[in-house]
């Protein structure tokens, strides 16, 4: 089986994921490193050289190559889930589960704002109440993606335990 972990940027994916991983003795893929590879480009520079329209389309297309994988944690980026029907293709995959890492506004908030400048969509943004704002109505177009996840997980005020905890016991 391969988990794809799906939730806003700054949720937690890639520092659970690879706990989780670990857990589980399971092969850990961040995503857009894993596209990074593929692209021999970074994020940042993907979007600045190329636009939004064609990461997206690639990452439609490297999606298929992590499908394929078994026994591996997968933390997708935030927005994969939203784009080319991936989420579709993720709930449809016999191999895979979908876990949604819910946080609340603030809490992303604070986590995200510190670390923007390696954040394409949000570098751009310079007060926390902007972050807020964004991160709102981002969620808003989101959240329905997310939420069709076959598990949800609340992830304030947890700690990495905690959650990967809670996550082994649903799962298992």
Known sequence: MTLFLVGY???GKSVIGQ????VLNYDFIDFDA???????STI???FDAKGEIYFRKAEHKYLD????TSHTVVSLGGGTPCYGNNMAKLLDANNAQTIYLKALIPSLS????SEKAQRPLIAHITSKDNLNEFIGKHLFERAP???QAHITIKTDAKDVDEVVEELIAQLF
């Not at 894993?34 to 021999?40: L, R, W």
């Open 9 to 11: 940027m700054g949720s």
């Open 19 to 22: 706990k989780l991983a670990e």
């Open 34 to 40: 894993f596209i990074e590879s593929k692209e021999e």
């Open 44 to 46: 940042s520079n993907i």
């Open 65 to 68: 190559d992590v499908l394929a």
């Open 110 to 113: 604070n986590r995200l704002f």
């Open 145 to 147: 993606f997310y939420e």
